[in-house]
């Protein structure tokens, strides 16, 4: 039996965190394996998720942003008592910790995940380069984000393998029942209907998506945006909206459990994003068959293939974001559902979790041997 314990900074909804929540998903499957989950923050709505798997979840309770040394006790603890193989980390705050926490025990092995491009700025870069003779493997979830790090110094370009995030192809499919359902229920009709999930914060910039939407309610009136997700900037983004006098075109939905339902009613996907790593909801939106249009930063055009699966555009420029998204409304009904099937194809192709879980268990049993 080999036990596995995620180590992640938090459990709130994420792309990290439902990344770990497949794998773990997967993982449990293989009589061989026991993973277990131990968060730094308090566990949020994908902690639950994994408790209502059979999944042991524990929480360092640590404060956001330090890192103390009762949580390294605490952690030290957990890996003694579980008898921890490998310890598999995801997001700064965790991958640091993992590497501390293997000084305290030379035996185990570490694999480290980073799952953004900006990760706090120089500093934090040069604790990973400094710390990198800790981790067995160190792994990146986009090939922009990797070339960025190892042009950096962060890594040597033999220290950082590429393992793109996966994408759950039963759990995201297109259902025609379904999108005319909650239709029904958002009472949107026959709008032309955007979607954006994520959280309300600086990264998103959400500022530029209500700008470049406004812009298309001035020539489009039977359109309508649904944005779903909570966060910092969610009023301050209600009030622009007012502001622009766009509230009626839009619904701010909160948190959403049920996102494939979302995507079912959208027919177009959009990501305003000033920087990201390879975000998964862009995959769940390719997955589903919904064309993107969304920003140049990161791993997005290694997701969005442009022109083929959707149209990337340039970051934090509203106008080019309002081109991007009036260029995919002008297409044909039969353009853009063939630009969706495209996406699907390449989904299918390239990031279908199954597909994905093979890479990880290669690299397992190479930290392990």
């Known amino acids: 039996m080999i036990n596995i314990l995620f180590l992640i900074t938090g459990l709130n909804v994420g792309g990290a965190e439902m990344q770990v929540y ?33 999944v042991k979840v524990y929480s360092l309770q640590m404060e956001r942003g330090k890192m103390e040394l009762k949580a390294i006790t605490k952690l030290n603890k957990i890996v003694k008592q579980e008898e921890i193989h490998l310890v598999h980390s995801h997001l700064f705050h965790a991958n640091v910790l993992a590497r501390v926490i293997k000084i305290f025990n030379p035996r185990i092995k570490i694999v480290t995940t980073i ?117 910092p900037l969610l009023e301050e983004m209600k009030e622009l909206a007012a502001k622009l006098n766009i509230t009626e075109y839009i619904h701010f939905l ?29 995959l769940e939106a390719s997955a589903v068959g919904i064309p993107i249009v969304c920003t140049d930063v990161g791993g997005n055009k290694e997701v969005v293939l442009d022109t083929e699966t959707g149209y990337i555009v340039k970051p934090d420029c509203h106008t080019s974001l309002a081109g991007g998204m009036n260029r995919l409304m002008s297409l044909t009904t039969h353009e853009r559902l063939n630009m969706g099937e495209n996406a699907k194809a390449y989904m299918r192709e390239r990031y279908e979790m199954n597909q994905i879980m093979e890479h990880w268990k290669a690299i397992y049993k190479e930290a392990l041997s």
């Open 254 to 282: 909160g948190y959403q459990s049920n996102i494939s339902a979302l995507m079912n009613v959208a027919d177009g996907y959009v990501m305003s994003s000033s920087w990201e790593g390879m975000p998964l909801v862009l």
């Open 22 to 54: 497949h794998m773990i998903k997967r993982l449990k499957k293989i009589e061989a394996c026991h993973p277990i989950v131990v968060s730094l923050l308090e566990p949020g709505p994908v902690g639950q998720k994994l408790k209502d798997e059979k």
């Open 115 to 231: 799952h953004n491009l900006n990760i706090g700025g120089r500093n934090r870069e040069k604790i990973l380069q400094y710390t990198n003779f800790l981790s067995q493997s160190n792994t990146i979830i986009s090939e922009t984000a990797r070339q960025y790090f190892i042009k950096k110094g962060a890594f040597a370009n033999n220290q950082l393998k590429l393992i793109p995030n996966g994408v759950d192809m039963e759990e995201f499919q297109s259902n025609e029942q379904l999108r005319i359902k909650t239709r029904e229920q958002l009472q949107i009709g026959d709008a032309f209907v955007w979607l954006a999930v994520g959280r309300f914060e600086v990264q998103k910039n959400y500022y530029n998506m209500l700008r470049a939407f406004s812009i298309l309610v001035e020539s489009q009136r039977n359109i309508q945006l649904l944005l779903a997700g909570t966060g």
